[in-house]
């Protein structure tokens, strides 16, 4: 059982930064990838960032519509890992989750285990 926790969320203008944190309870967390997932309303969860699994290095994916101000990074020694995201936009407005699975990244489908969210709202 993984237990995941997120903050950092909060009210942001546009153009403006916030961090998320991912805090994991697993005693194997490098072995599981995580995923930052988001949802707005009346819309579908879509995926935004993935660290994939790994002890020293991981690969990093970005959604297009985040790439180049969105950042992701994780630290197995404090099984965290952290969403820096740049240049906020109002479209950027949702509930944030991050998740936890160990086989496949690219789905929902893939993670089993899922923080509460934390809300991102970006104002115009």
């Known amino acids: 059982q993984v237990q995941l926790v997120e903050s950092g969320g909060g009210l942001v203008q546009a153009g403006g930064s916030l961090r998320l944190s991912c805090a994991a309870s697993?005693?194997?967390?490098?072995?599981?990838?995580i995923g930052w997932f988001r949802q707005a309303p009346e819309k579908e969860r879509e995926i935004v960032a993935v660290a994939t699994s790994g002890t020293d290095t991981y690969y990093a994916y970005y959604a297009e519509s985040v790439k180049g101000r969105f950042t992701i990074s994780r630290d197995n020694a404090k099984n965290t890992v952290d969403l820096q995201m740049n240049t906020l936009k109002p479209e950027d407005t949702a509930v944030y989750y991050c998740?936890?699975?160990?086989?496949?990244w690219g789905r929902g489908a893939d993670y089993a285990y899922w923080g509460r969210g934390t809300q991102v709202t970006v104002s115009a």
């Open positions: 998740a936890a699975g160990s086989s496949g």
């Open positions: 697993a005693r194997t967390f490098d072995r599981y990838n």
